[in-house]
């Protein structure tokens, strides 16, 4: 699409305009996110925190190309983003299937983004004729690059697809699909193309990266690690994204959480979510469905922790699905106690643990028992009602509030 030459005036309110834009992008890359991730048709995308964050990438990424293209070149046309986030977001997509509701995305992205410019513009002139054209240039040039985006992104993912279909890991990505959806396929066929027993003890793990632009190479150094830390020889690895791998280990046990997390500080950048242990098919699925929701606890909380079990986090994970009435508990049980030191909160923990036996607490903590108990006696101060009235609740508040604070 071209359009006519916009005047020089013109030009200098796109510039002004896309400074503005580039200056604010994080807010127009929060609204556009929610709004592409809150349809209907996206649900998929929402629910997977790996997919959900390559889209956030992309769609920075988009933004940030035409705006920073209008403020060195403003009115003139700007080539389709051939990046290599919009290309790894493609294949991800494709890879789960949903890359036509990744295009969808795309779509509801460009409406968004173009409230927002729009309420730039108004704001750098009220001169009737200077907006048309102002406008009219803008919707043009914002629509010519979506639309070469798109077309773009399209023909990677059917390279991506035609790829797929002819390799080993689409077979076995597909037959993990069948397995854990509880498809009839036989254990002989199953386990024939994953090269994996189905009959025995499962252990589960999803490992991913926080930086994008980590190499494959160290998702499976940590895939490894996991193996080797359950004392395993054999692990069935199926990569789910780019940036993220599923691991099966066939073994009863969680692997020792210290071998793993010394292995996983060679790799800063890498976290593992571990399920808990369980047996045949179901524990197949079971335990990589537990990983999945110990992923999403990560990824809704910002929990920085490398290594992170659901029996950490089961009641964690069950408490704050709903965050804002999560967030209501903790500041209603908690009061002041809620933003005291971790010293405090460690030692009410403990003492818990120990149900109330302050010497066994101290021992644990490697501190005096006076010590102990006078934080109790500042933890009483802080709380709305007495830790010995409400132990329980505080508890639970307290094991909210220990991820989230990690974060």
Known sequence: MSWPDPSPRTRELIRQAAEAAVQSQEQWVEAVHEATLSAPSTAAIAADPALAEALRRANFDNLFAWASANVRAPGEPVPANTSTVQLDV????????????GLDAYRTGQNVAWESWMRICFGLTRDSDELEELLQVSAASISAFV??????????????RDELTRGSQAERRDMVALVLEGAPVS????????????????????????DPESDLGRLERAAEAVMRACGARRRLTVLAAAGTLWVWVPV???????????????????????????PGVEGFRRSHHD??????????????DQLVAFAD?????LVTRDEARAAEYVAQVLGELADAPDELHETVR??????????????????????????????????????????????????????????
């Not at 493609?90 to 509701?101: F, K, N, Q, S, Y």
């Not at 990983?291 to 920085?304: C, I, N, P």
């Not at 986090?313 to 994970?317: D, G, P, R, Y």
Request: net charge neutral; no cysteine; charged share 25%.
């Open 90 to 101: 493609a294949r991800d997509l494709v890879r789960r299937g949903l890359d036509a509701v």
């Open 147 to 160: 639309d070469e985006t798109i077309e773009a992104v399209t023909e990677r993912m059917a390279a991506e």
């Open 187 to 210: 254990m002989t066929r199953a386990e024939s193309v994953l090269a994996h027993p189905l009959d025995g003890d499962q252990t589960a793990a999803v490992v991913w990266t926080t």
């Open 252 to 278: 009863p046990t969680e692997p020792d959480r210290g071998q793993l997390v010394a292995a996983l500080r060679r790799t800063p950048e890498v976290r593992v979510a571990l399920g808990g242990p369980a």
């Open 291 to 304: 990983a999945v929701e110990v992923r999403r606890l990560v990824a809704r909380l910002g929990t920085a």
């Open 313 to 317: 986090v089961q009641l964690a994970t």
């Open 350 to 407: 403990v003492y818990l643990a120990e149900l109330g036996n302050a010497s066994a607490a101290a021992a644990r903590l490697f501190t005096h028992r006076n010590t102990v108990l006078r934080r109790l006696a500042r933890v009483d101060e802080l709380l709305p009602r007495p830790l010995a009235e409400d132990p329980l609740r505080v508890w639970v508040a307290l094991e909210v509030l220990r991820w989230q604070v990690r974060g």
